[in-house]
């Protein structure tokens, strides 16, 4: 007997096929649910393995923290209690500048993925530092709804990485002592000599005065170069001025052996107790003289320092080739240095350069209180 609903199909027939179809769709049903349960696993295999490996907080779009992970917890000292709803000032150590996080929060803000090495302070006052990749979570219309900081910790990499740089810094020191003590004492001695020679000579061999006048003249031009090079090898005296005095003397010793216009200017003059952090602030200002001299071929440096009350500014501008901004971070070992040191010691550099017209790089250190 046919059915209203299909004339000419048999009531079984129709069954039979009601059947079919059924089947089928919970076929696919099983499918569909095995093929997400393999996703969900997969996912949690995934989240399983870098909670393992990393360090990962999340946070919503104002920044309060939703999330943590085992390891959050613990190279911070703080439990999830205590972290979720606050945001990531509660781990703020006063290391970086202010720049340096609106920097980091302009370009999440963007949506663009912001990466950097960030030291931190835990619940009990240690630091450490973490290597930070922080993707933005957008809605439909571009804008940031939670982001994913993913860390890794590597405070031992840079524990290395600093006394390796202190170990440098102290052979450099090492050996501008001995250039300016040894080198440089047998070459006051020998030019001394000469003058003594050429007083015996002056009446009995007239012929050879000239040529002891030139040697002398030679000898002087070798102490000065030793003097330069011992100076520039362990340049700051440990005095509260003994930057400004140091950067005098680069400018000095640059224009006298690179044969530039090379000037220093204090203005007002900053003055700075800290060695450590002064030493710093050199090696990047004659990283930066260097660089202008050898890739540049400036014919015009201009070394600055000053004292702005809440921080302190060193300049550096020349007028020489300069470089396209694209490639003025990360490229090339100089500006990594430079960029390094400036890390270190919770200073912000900034590159400023115009192809074929010069590059100026300023140094912003914040006082500490």
């Given at each position: 007997?046919?059915?209203?609903e ?12 009601i ?8 076929a ?12 969900l696993?997969e ?13 990962v907080?999340i ?7 939703t ?10 000292k ?9 945001d ?9 500048s ?10 999440i ?12 302070r ?30 890794t ?16 810094d ?9 250039l300016?003590?040894g ?21 009995r ?21 030793v003097?330069?090079?011992?100076h ?8 509260a ?24 200017t ?5 003055l ?17 003289v ?7 071929k ?8 000053a ?15 300069g470089?396209p901004m ?5 490229n ?9 040191r400036?890390?270190l ?5 900034e590159?400023?350069s ?6 100026a790089?300023?140094?912003?250190l914040?006082?500490?209180?």
């Amino acid at each position: 007997m046919a059915t209203d609903e299909y004339p000419g199909m048999a009531k079984a027939d129709l069954i039979a096929r009601i059947q079919t179809l059924e089947r089928a769709n919970a076929a696919d049903r099983q499918m569909t649910e095995a093929r997400l349960h393999a996703t969900l696993k997969e996912l949690q295999d995934v989240k399983a393995a870098l909670d393992e490996h990393s360090i990962v907080a999340i946070t919503d779009a104002r920044g309060k923290i939703t999330s943590v992970n085992t390891k959050f917890c613990a190279i911070s000292k703080y439990s999830r209690t205590e972290l979720i709803g606050r945001d990531h000032r509660v781990i703020n150590s006063g290391h970086h500048s202010k720049e340096f996080f609106r920097h980091l929060w302009a370009t999440i803000a963007l949506g663009q993925v912001w990466r950097g090495e960030i030291k931190n302070r835990a619940k009990d006052g240690t630091y450490y530092w973490v290597d930070t990749t922080i993707c933005p979570f957008l809605n439909k219309a571009g804008k940031p709804v939670q982001f994913v900081a993913i860390r890794t910790d590597i405070t031992e990499r840079k524990r290395l990485e600093m006394e390796l740089l202190d170990i440098s810094d102290r052979e450099q020191r090492r050996i501008g002592r001995d250039l300016h003590d040894g080198l440089g004492q047998r070459l006051t001695a020998l030019e001394l000599f000469s003058h003594t020679l050429l007083d015996q000579l002056r009446n009995r061999v007239p012929a050879s005065v000239k040529q002891f006048q030139l040697l002398g003249g030679e000898l002087r031009a070798a102490i000065r170069q030793v003097r330069a090079l011992s100076h520039g090898l362990s340049p700051v005296a440990p005095e509260a001025e003994g930057l400004m005095h140091a950067l005098q003397q680069l400018a000095e010793s640059t224009t006298e052996l690179a044969r530039v216009d090379c000037r220093f200017t204090s203005e007002p003059p900053a003055l700075l107790a800290d060695a450590t952090t002064a030493t710093h602030l050199y090696r990047i200002a004659q990283e930066a003289v260097n660089n202008a001299l050898k890739h540049g071929k400036a014919k015009k440096i201009r070394l600055s320092l000053a004292d702005h009350g809440d921080r302190v500014e060193l300049k550096v501008d020349d007028d020489g080739r300069g470089f396209p901004m694209p490639a003025s971070r990360g490229n090339g070992i100089g500006l990594r240095v430079m960029q390094y040191r400036a890390d270190l010691i919770g200073a912000a550099l900034e590159f400023d350069s115009v192809p074929r017209q010069g590059v100026a790089i300023t140094c912003s250190l914040r006082k500490r209180p």
